[in-house]
């Protein structure tokens, strides 16, 4: 089992900026690949930004390229996700996600976070 705990969200204004953090804990951190999603009410989870194992290869949704970058430290067992420009359609609960086979933009990860909640107003 790997427990992820997210934290970092907020209410913040259009232009802002965010860093999220997922801890994790339990097996072996870098032995996943790890996600972040987002869901807004009414509306399907959303692949945000992945990272490999090693953090040696990124990936990221086209609706936040540019905006945010994802980087993970192993020997903290965390993952960030650092959010610039934040515009009022980011608004949703992100979650973080670990997988044990590479990344996927697919909700196709074995464990999840609780979700921290980001608020972006205009």
């Known amino acids: 089992q790997v427990q992820l705990v997210e934290s970092g969200g907020g209410l913040v204004q259009a232009g802002g900026s965010l860093r999220l953090s997922c801890a994790a804990s339990?097996?072996?951190?870098?032995?996943?690949?790890m996600g972040w999603f987002r869901q807004a009410p009414g509306k399907e989870r959303e692949f945000v930004a992945g990272?490999?194992?090693?953090?040696?290869?990124?990936y990221y949704g086209d609706s936040v390229k540019g905006r945010f970058t994802i980087s993970r430290d192993n020997a903290k067992n965390t993952v960030y996700l650092q959010m610039n420009s934040l515009k009022p359609e980011d608004t949703a609960v992100y979650y973080c996600?670990?997988?044990?086979?590479?990344?996927?933009?697919?909700?196709?990860?074995?464990?999840w976070g609780q979700g921290t909640q980001v608020t972006v107003s205009s």
């Open positions: 996600a670990a997988r044990g086979l590479g990344v996927t933009t697919t909700p196709r990860y074995d464990y």
């Open positions: 339990g097996r072996t951190f870098s032995n996943y690949a």
């Open positions: 990272i490999s194992r090693s953090g040696g290869l990124t």
